[in-house]
Nanobody
Framework: QVQLVESGGGLVQAGGSLRLSCLAS????????MGWFRQAPGKEREFVAS????????AYTDSVKGRFTISRDNAKNTVYLQMNSPKPADTAVYYC?????????????????WGQGTQVTVSS
């Protein structure tokens, strides 16, 4: 079992910055591919970014490329999502997820463990 706890959400102005954190426990963190997903009201959950267990490979959805950065600190069992220049369209509940495998999947079906979510609201 893996437990995930997100933090860092809140209200941010468009063009500002925000950093989300996700603390994991329960398994060797470096063996887990990690991802961030988001869900806006009335919409399906969508992939945002992912990172391999070693941190050597990352993937992003096109709409956040160049603005968001996913990273991890395996010594701290933590994955981050740095959100720069957020837009109102980025407003959603953001979920951290852990895969049973070490690669950086974009598919939510590959993720077995999910955090409770943290709200991010971007004002214009």
């Amino acid at each position: 079992q893996v437990q995930l706890v997100e933090s860092g959400g809140g209200l941010v102005q468009a063009g500002g910055s925000l950093r989300l954190s996700c603390l994991a426990s329960g398994r060797t963190f470096s063996t887990l591919g990690m991802g961030w997903f988001r869900q806006a009201p009335g919409k399906e959950r969508e992939f945002v970014a992912s990172i391999s267990g070693s941190g050597g490979f990352t993937a992003y959805t096109d709409s956040v490329k160049g603005r968001f950065t996913i990273s991890r600190d395996n010594a701290k069992n933590t994955v981050y999502l740095q959100m720069n220049s957020p837009k109102p369209a980025d407003t959603a509940v953001y979920y951290c997820a852990a895969s049973r495998a070490a690669w950086a999947s974009r598919d939510y079906k590959d993720y077995a463990y999910w955090g409770q979510g943290t709200q991010v609201t971007v004002s214009s």
